[in-house]
């Protein structure tokens, strides 16, 4: 059995991955779902201070503290630049880093540099720190969604303009290297484009990398739970 540590994306929380927690914890299987400060049931603790650098704590913070060893990290979305930071301290702890639709930053980079919430001069902003959650015209006005919209916590504004800073690049550590790539767009999209295409591009061409597409949209753990565990099977099998 294998220990999982899963990183939500911004503006969310631990609850987003409560079906997906319990279908990995039915097959004996130890999972952990931190809240980063300011998210979720953590929201009243959000303000201008509130960093990249938090997001990452909160994370080693929950390793050091349940004294966890061997476990597999995985990001969804901007949890993947909180995985990333994460694995560059305790890499020796990781066997598995998992990207799912997730940002994959270079050192030096942030996630309004990938464009995250529509970069730095896309975004909407209130009070100075705010970011608030990002909606297409096309966002489904369904029963569901309206009580996912009531959840979200705006996302403070230097976890998305603070840069990762890596010692050592990804490829050359020692745990496995997945992405998991939610591909339902590139039908509609025509010439498939942003962060999250890109971060595919790249680990494609690498063989460290382990790549997989699946066809469904962000929401991967939400939308295909049962196919997004067997890629977490085939990876983590010994």
Not at 24 to 47: I, K, M, W
Not at 77 to 97: C, F, P, R
Not at 171 to 185: I, M
Request: net charge negative.
């Amino acid at each position: 059995m294998s220990t999982y540590v899963l990183v939500h994306g911004a503006w969310g929380g631990s609850y987003g991955w409560t079906k997906f927690a319990n279908l990995l914890r039915a097959d004996g299987h130890e999972v952990f779902t931190p809240s980063l400060t300011g998210q979720g049931e953590r929201n009243h603790l959000g303000g201008p201070n509130v960093s990249l650098t938090t997001h990452i704590t909160d994370v080693e913070n929950l390793i050091k503290y349940e004294d966890l060893g061997n476990f597999v990290l995985v990001g969804h979305s901007y949890g993947g630049m909180v995985i990333t930071g994460v694995a560059d301290h305790l890499h020796e702890q990781i066997t598995d880093l998992v990207y799912v639709d997730a940002f994959l930053p270079n050192d030096g980079e942030s996630c309004f540099d990938l464009g995250g919430a529509g970069g730095a001069e896309g975004a909407t902003i209130e009070d100075g720190w705010k970011v608030m959650p990002m909606r297409t015209p096309d966002t489904a006005e369904t029963p569901e969604m309206a009580v996912r919209l009531r959840k979200l916590s705006p996302q403070p504004i230097e976890t998305l303009r603070e840069k990762v800073r890596l010692t050592t690049p990804l490829e050359q550590r020692a745990f496995s290297l997945t992405y998991v790539k939610a591909a339902g767009d590139a039908s509609t999209l025509g010439r498939p484009t942003g962060a999250f295409w890109d971060a595919a591009a790249r680990t494609k061409a690498d063989d460290r990398w382990r790549y997989y597409e699946l066809p469904c949209g962000h929401g991967v753990h939400a939308e295909m739970p049962n196919e997004l565990k067997a890629i977490l099977d085939e990876v983590t099998a010994r």
